[in-house]
């Protein structure tokens, strides 16, 4: 065997022992690459274009700002459905999850007075979270005790979840005097401030990463969870509650995405309303897949869908582009990280033990 033929399985056997980083980058890649070429037909340059989004993103004091308030809520809601795929879920519902708590935040926020300022927010973060767990554990008991699956339910209660926030901001809380659907500013004692740049949900963000990654790589809590997602069979034989683990990794996926509604409102928008959420937890699940199921690969994972939303409201101004075009960078990302089939065509059959995006998430 020649030095080459030595050092071609070699390199084979590197980007399949590293496909958890090798594969998001490669969809990444393609995406960005299948985005130009449809920037390129509108007629604009793509380097054009691409350095206007990230220019505006990251190069400018305001910008920055918007970049880490739109990946704020992102990094918790991807850390929502990364702790329902190792426990086997597929939460598709931390949207409704979200945006109910951000409302209940609100409510806390604008409703619960005479508390000092830290105690204040300390409250409405918890209303929130506690709104977010409350309904994702719906579908937790249906999927726990009468077998439905969560995917639908998750859809469905999305669903009711939009109708009856749009019902209550346009009715009993609707802010006086206000044809938008919304709610009145929350209390002063209730905002999260800014640290410069930084917001402090960021920074609540990022501790929340380190802490659930903690769970699940290190406690017993977070074994069983590891357990269930990767063998039912092997986790009933173990005799781990199999309900139980449904129901509580469902309560704590929601609890993030509320978390992650509740500092919206609490140190982004100040209020309510519906058009400020809208997305945010379906980017969640873009995020999740994006990083393997793995919780600290979540924060590089929202802050580039955090860049890309920051900064594609500046290319219809710049470029004359319409900014959904990063709604169209984000499904291609998701298309193409979400396949299997991506996987075996990069390794040529050789990473389909190993790199099965829909069983051992996180490896």
């Not at 274009?49 to 990230?54: L, N, T």
Request: glycine share 12%; with cysteine; hydrophobic share 50%.
């Amino acid at each position: 065997m020649t030095l080459t033929e030595t050092k071609t399985p070699n390199k084979i056997g590197f980007l399949v022992r590293n496909q958890s980083i090798v594969v998001p980058i490669a969809a990444i890649f393609v995406a960005f690459v299948l985005g130009g070429i449809l920037i390129f037909l509108q007629g604009v340059n793509p380097l054009v274009a691409y350095r206007a989004i990230f220019s505006e993103a990251w190069f400018d004091s305001d910008g920055l700002l918007r970049t880490f308030q739109k990946t704020t809520p992102l990094v918790l809601a991807g850390l929502a459905v990364t702790v329902g795929l190792r426990v086997g879920l597929f939460n598709i519902g931390a949207q409704g999850q979200l945006i109910s708590a951000a409302l209940a935040s609100a409510l806390a926020g604008i409703y619960i007075t005479n508390l000092p300022p830290i105690l204040h927010v300390l409250v409405s973060l918890f209303c929130g979270v506690i709104v977010g767990a409350l309904w994702a554990g719906i579908a937790g008991v249906l999927k726990a005790y009468r077998g439905v699956h969560e995917v639908i339910s998750t859809i469905m209660l999305n669903s009711i979840a939009i109708g009856i926030l749009d019902y209550l901001v346009s009715n009993p809380f609707q802010e006086p005097d206000q044809s938008l659907q919304r709610t009145k500013k929350i209390a002063e004692t209730a905002v999260l401030p800014n640290i410069g740049v930084i917001p402090f949900g960021f920074i609540l963000a990022l501790i929340i990463c380190l802490l659930v990654s903690w769970m699940l790589n290190k406690t017993t809590a977070g074994f069983r969870f590891n357990t269930v997602g990767k063998n039912k069979f092997a986790a009933t034989y173990a005799g781990i509650n199999m309900k139980l683990m449904v129901v509580t990794g469902m309560l704590l996926s929601g609890g993030l995405a509320g978390l992650g509604g509740a500092i919206e409102t609490l140190g982004i928008t100040y209020r309510f309303e519906p058009a400020f959420n809208g997305g945010l937890g379906f980017d969640g699940i873009t995020i999740a897949l994006l990083a393997r199921a793995n919780p600290l690969a979540t924060i590089p994972a929202a802050i580039l869908v955090g860049t890309l939303r920051a900064g594609g409201a500046s290319l219809q101004f710049e470029t004359g582009i319409e900014p959904e075009i990063v709604d169209v960078l984000l499904a291609i990302t998701l298309l193409l990280v979400s396949a299997p089939i991506l996987a075996k065509y990069l390794f040529r059959g050789k990473a389909q033990k190993s790199a099965n995006v829909t069983s051992g998430w996180g490896n």
